[in-house]
């Protein structure tokens, strides 16, 4: 089975190239495509986070993985699997980030510690509801907190 996905906007602005951690500080602005008018985005600038939908699209096909590997190539945490991870050389170079925010201007979404590079291809968006958020305790283990703590700081 085979899908085709549009892309329904475009990241401008943010870093240029890829780079872990230090993400919050990052502003950028989600352009929607021109088939789209303002009436898109009604309603999003009422919510104070928007998850938004992307594509890895530097990362070739040659650079996908489907096994396990070290998280950020460190051999001192353990190695998963594709799936217990969110590295970006994913099967199919999605990538989901929850970000801030900022305000909506006509048929622009200006957003806060967006994890995507300018240009990168934005495949949907959504607004963050409260009722989405994980039910009950969460865990992970203790590699994810120490690749997670410098990220957004």
Known sequence: MEFTLEPVGFVRGGRAEVRDDDWDRER????LDARFGPEALAGLGDFSHAEIVFLFD????????????HPRDRADWPLVGIFAQRGKNRPNRLGVTVCGVERVEGT???VRGLDAIDGTPVLDIKPVLQGFLPRGEMREPAWAGELMAGYWA
């Open 28 to 31: 950028a602005v989600i352009e």
């Open 58 to 69: 530097k990362v070739s096909e040659a650079g996908v993985q489907t096994g396990a590997r």
């Open 108 to 110: 622009r979404l200006h």
